[in-house]
């Protein structure tokens, strides 16, 4: 009996450390278009996932991120953190069972951007009140 609990032991030890699972991920965008699918490597980060979505956006889009820091990742309701590994992170993509990871993709420009854009947009409107007593 010791010899078959080793063997079973061996045989989980085998399962639990695959040598380099692959993972499809697709990314949706604000539009409802996708990015994809590529494979990741479970040990790529989530920040190197930003940095793909960032240099293959595709042309004509309204909103374009210019650096990774602009770009959040969501799955299955939750924003990833930049430091986390896909492998990670897979507990929040559910029981996928080998099929693509559907990513959605939030972009939000950089506060500096957008307060230079209020500033421009606020200077050339001018309140004028007139008021008359009777």
């Known amino acids: 009996m010791e010899g078959v609990g080793e063997e079973g032991r061996r045989s989980q030890s085998q399962i639990q450390m695959p040598e380099e699972e692959l993972v499809d991920i697709k990314f949706r965008l604000y539009d409802g278009s996708d990015m994809g699918p590529f494979r990741y490597s479970s040990a ?5 996932l930003k940095q793909r979505v960032v240099s293959d956006w595709p042309k004509g889009k ?15 309701g939750k924003i990833l953190e930049n430091n986390k590994t896909v492998g990670q992170c897979k507990m929040p993509f559910g029981d996928n069972a080998g099929g693509v990871i559907i990513m959605h993709v939030v972009v939000q420009p950089s506060l ?4 230079t854009e209020k500033k421009i947009d606020d200077s050339p409107r001018k309140i004028v009140c007139s008021c008359s007593i009777l």
């Open 44 to 48: 790529s980060t989530v920040d190197m």
């Open 62 to 76: 309204t909103i374009i991120p210019k650096v990774a820091n602009e770009v959040k990742l969501i799955s299955s």
């Open 112 to 115: 500096a951007k957008t307060k």
